[in-house]
T-cell receptor, first 107, second 114 residues
Framework: GENVEQHPSTLSVQEGDSAVIKCTYS??????FPWYKQELGKGPQLIID?????GEKKDQRIAVTLNKTAKHFSLHITETQPEDSAVYFC??????FGDGTTLTVKP | DAGITQSPRHKVTETGTPVTLRCHQT?????MYWYRQDPGHGLRLIHY???????DKGEVSDGYSVSRSKTEDFLLTLESATSSQTSVYFC?????????????FGPGTRLLVL
């Protein structure tokens, strides 16, 4: 089955700085890579996704890059704001999630 | 939460008792999932359903059973709860995993087994 590793487990940045979270996957047949944001006490919500026929996708301050050869993909958040503080999960394959990254943005 | 409700939202029970969690959707999505979330383990798939009466096991299915008698409802049952099943349980739905696995999650059920 698919295996997803996510790093780092915690990330603290100053407001306005960029944040990068990386994930690697094991199954080369995986073709869909979503990122979810989970705020305290709530369920995860999709924030951006990418399919294997695309190398990069951007939505305002959020971008995702995919390297199929190396089997890794990354979430980039620019100009971070305190409301970006949350737990972020990557996923690959049918329903395999990374262990999550707790992002803290300090004002 | 994309028309997904979970009940109860919180439950405290004792070891050995049966527990049923309910997920209800109003989106008419074909696929439904049950996950558990524990510190350090992210989200782990328990069972999923790909249609009425069609279910399959996930990564951590031992000790759990599911049923789906209607499109909108997916039940998760702990036949005899154990302390290791203390967790937060999330239901999710998906329209067409073949075109990508976007899943929409419910608000979660926090279960404490004493």
């Amino acid at each position: 089955g698919e295996n997803v590793e996510q790093h780092p487990s915690t990330l603290s940045v100053q407001e306005g700085d960029s944040a990068v979270i990386k994930c690697t996957y094991s199954d080369s047949a995986s073709n869909y890579f979503p990122w979810y944001k989970q705020e305290l006490g709530k369920g995860p919500q999709l924030i951006i996704d990418i399919r294997s026929n695309v190398g990069e996708k951007k939505d305002q301050r959020i971008a995702v890059t995919l390297n199929k050869t190396a089997k890794h993909f990354s979430l980039h958040i620019t100009e971070t704001q305190p409301e970006d503080s949350a737990v972020y999960f990557c996923a690959a394959g049918k329903s395999t999630f990374g262990d999550g990254t707790t992002l803290t943005v300090k004002p | 939460d994309a028309g997904i409700t979970q009940s109860p939202r919180h439950k405290v029970t004792e070891t050995g008792t049966p527990v049923t969690l309910r997920c209800h959707q109003t989106e008419n999505h074909r696929y439904m999932y049950w996950y558990r979330q524990d510190p350090g383990h992210g989200l782990r798939l328990i069972h999923y359903s790909y249609g009425v009466k069609d279910t399959d096991k996930g990564e951590v299915s031992d000790g759990y059973s599911v049923s789906r008698s209607k499109t909108e409802d997916f039940l998760l049952t702990l036949e005899s709860a154990t302390s290791s099943q203390t967790s937060v349980y999330f239901c999710a739905i998906s329209e067409n995993p073949g075109r990508g696995e976007t899943q929409y999650f419910g608000p979660g059920t926090r279960l404490l087994v004493l």
